[in-house]
Structures are given as C-alpha cells and as structure tokens.
C-alpha cells in the first residue's frame, strides 16, 4: 500500500507564487506516473500536470507556461511549482500515483488565490 503526503498549499495573492510537495511511502515498487490534479469551486476535479517516471511531462492548458511539475525519483516526491496564480486556481490539489496499474490518490492540500 503506498501512502502520500502532500503540504505546500496556502492562501497566496493573484500573482503570487506557491509550491506543493507529495511524498510517497510504503509499499513501493515502481511508481510510472505522478501527478496532481485540483478541484475548483463548481467544477469536477481535473488533471493538472503529470510527469512519467522518464520525466515527460504533460499540462492542463490553463496552466501552461505558469506551472511546472517535476520529481525526484530517488526520493519518490513529485513538486508542483505554481506562478502567476490567479483567483481561479483556488481549489483543492491533489496528488496521484500510479504503481502497477494502481492508483492512489492524496488526501489533497487547499490553495486559496485571493487578495
């Protein structure tokens, strides 16, 4: 069973700049794909970045050119660099792993765009 925690989430001013962190644990084997993804007001939850083991990457539009995601493999944590936030990015993020076909999904971290 793996485990994830995420941190980094905060309320932060239009603009402004925030950086989420998930560490995974317990049971790991291979980790293929990390990711997070966010659920804003009145709205499902959607992807937001991935990044595969290799290290391709994939991004929502509405977030290209503001967010980049990486990982360190070494230490099974996936970073989600946040810039120029803007009011509609407030919304919960969460974390996702794939290991063998398995996903598991973090408890989610709030971010909150405000001034």
């Known amino acids: 069973q793996v485990q994830l925690v995420e941190s980094g989430g905060g309320l932060v001013q239009p603009g402004g700049s925030l950086r989420l962190s998930c560490a995974a644990s317990?049971?790991?084997?291979?980790?293929?794909?990390m990711g997070w993804y966010r659920r804003t007001p009145g709205k499902q939850r959607e992807l937001v970045a991935t990044?595969?083991?290799?290290?391709?990457?994939n991004y929502a539009d509405s977030v290209k050119g503001r967010f980049t995601i990486s990982r360190d493999n070494a230490k099974n944590t996936v970073y989600l660099q946040m810039n120029s936030l803007k009011p509609e990015d407030t919304g919960d993020y969460f974390c996702?792993?794939?290991?063998?076909?398995?996903?598991?999904w973090g408890k989610g971290t709030l971010v909150t765009v405000s001034s």
């Open positions: 317990g049971s790991i084997f291979s980790i293929d794909v």
């Open positions: 990044v595969t083991f290799g290290g391709r990457t």
């Open positions: 996702n792993v794939a290991s063998l076909g398995i996903n598991t």
